[in-house]
Every structure is written in structure tokens, then in C-alpha cells.
T-cell receptor, first 113, second 108 residues
Framework: EPEVTQTPSHQVTQMGQEVILRCVPISNHLYFYWYRQILGQKVEFLVSFYNNEISEKSEIFDDQFSVERPDGSNFTLKIRSTKLEDSAMYFC???????????FGPGTRLLVL | GQQVMQIPQYQHVQEGEDFTTYCNSSTTLSNIQWYKQRPGGHPVFLIQLVKSGEVKKQKRLTFQFGEAKKNSSLHITATQTTDVGTYFCAGRGNQFYFGTGTSLTVIP
């Protein structure tokens, strides 16, 4: 069964450093998403991406965040200058259409020191 | 802003007992989705409800979407240890919001 993959599984970084989280969505999906989940809390929507542009973003997704689909397979989330409060699990998801099932990747656990 | 709350936050049940989690939105939702997240895992899609008053069943799981499309519920009949995890509702109002989740523990 096709699945969403994410790399790395864990990332430790110093405050102020840039990180790039990578995702490979399911190949025939058209919509891509990033979510974050602070430990023990709910899943929070960050951004959705369709047709090579952001279709929707939350108030969390400020200027320090950016997304990109640099080639036909990868979908990346960049955090420009990490803060302690960016420590969380970051999930990528993809779906065939905007209101269809979203398939989540296994997540990247980011720890900012 | 839009909020999606779930109650209870935690639920411990004996294996074989029933379990229900309730999802309430501050705004009308165009659809509601339910996800299950096992400890240490990622959310896994369970079902989507779209119509007002819709009820769907998956084996021991029954999902309901309220008439006003502002609330939903998930009921599990005769829980099993494999049902352990956190159940999230997620709905689309102005944006797509996940609920606060209900963590289910099943005691064998």
C-alpha cells in the first residue's frame, strides 16, 4: 500500500538554526499538508499546498516557515530560525482531493535546544 | 477563532465496556473526519461524515454527525485492547481544525 514517508525521523538543532523537514507524498496525490503536534497535545494544521502554491495556512505558519516542492516527489518544510517552542512532531500528509482522506506520514520529531 | 473541543480528555474503560467521545465545534463544519493515533504513532484516518445527521458504522465503531453540523460523536461497542489510542475529530470550518482528542485506555 502506498504511504507517505518523512525524513529525518528525528532532528536535534540549536535555537536560531535553520531546519528542513522532508516528505515524499503518495505519488498520485495532489494536495499536501504540514501539521505539528507538541508532545501530548492536539494536532495543529500549519499549511496546505496545491498546484505549486500555498492554498491555505494557519496563524501558526508565520514568516519563519516556508514550504516548497523542489522536484516532482519531495515536499519540504523549512523553519528559518528555530525557537525552543518549535520543538514538536511534524507530520506531513497528502490527499487526492481537498476533502478526501489525508494520509499521514510517520512524522519528524524536532527538538530545539 | 474556531475551536473544536472533545470530551472527555481521558477515558479508562474495562475491556468489553463501551466508549464514547464527543466532538463540539464553535462553528458549523462542512465535514467531519475522525482519526486514531496510537501512542507514538501518526494519525490514521477512520472515516469522513458530510451530511447533517449522518450515521456511519465500521464494525464496532459508530460515527454520528449532528443535525446542526457542529458536533459529532464516536461510539465504540465492547472495547478491545487494540482500541487503545487517542481519537481525534477534525473538521473544516474556516480552516481545517483537529479536536483536542480523547485518550482511551482499555484495561484488560
Amino acid at each position: 500500500e502506498p504511504e507517505v514517508t518523512q525524513t529525518p525521523s528525528h532532528q536535534v538543532t540549536q535555537m536560531g538554526q535553520e531546519v528542513i523537514l522532508r516528505c515524499v507524498p503518495i505519488s498520485n496525490h495532489l494536495y499536501f499538508y504540514w501539521y505539528r503536534q507538541i508532545l501530548g497535545q492536539k494536532v495543529e494544521f500549519l499549511v496546505s499546498f496545491y498546484n505549486n502554491e500555498i492554498s491555505e495556512k494557519s496563524e501558526i505558519f508565520d514568516d519563519q516557515f516556508s514550504v516548497e516542492r523542489p522536484d516532482g516527489s519531495n515536499f519540504t518544510l523549512k523553519i528559518r530560525s528555530t525557537k525552543l517552542e518549535d520543538s514538536a512532531m511534524y507530520f506531513c500528509a497528502s490527499s487526492w482531493a481537498v476533502r478526501e482522506t489525508q494520509y499521514f506520514g510517520p512524522g519528524t520529531r524536532l527538538l530545539v535546544l | 477563532g474556531q475551536q473544536v473541543m472533545q470530551i472527555p480528555q481521558y477515558q479508562h474503560v474495562q475491556e468489553g465496556e463501551d466508549f464514547t467521545t464527543y466532538c463540539n465545534s464553535s462553528t458549523t463544519l462542512s465535514n467531519i473526519q475522525w482519526y486514531k493515533q496510537r501512542p507514538g504513532g501518526h494519525p490514521v484516518f477512520l472515516i469522513q461524515l458530510v451530511k447533517s445527521g449522518e450515521v456511519k458504522k465500521q464494525k464496532r465503531l459508530t460515527f454520528q454527525f449532528g443535525e446542526a453540523k457542529k458536533n459529532s460523536s464516536l461510539h465504540i461497542t465492547a472495547t478491545q485492547t487494540t482500541d487503545v489510542g487517542t481519537y481525534f475529530c477534525a473538521g473544516r470550518g474556516n480552516q481545517f481544525y483537529f479536536g483536542t482528542g480523547t485518550s482511551l485506555t482499555v484495561i484488560p
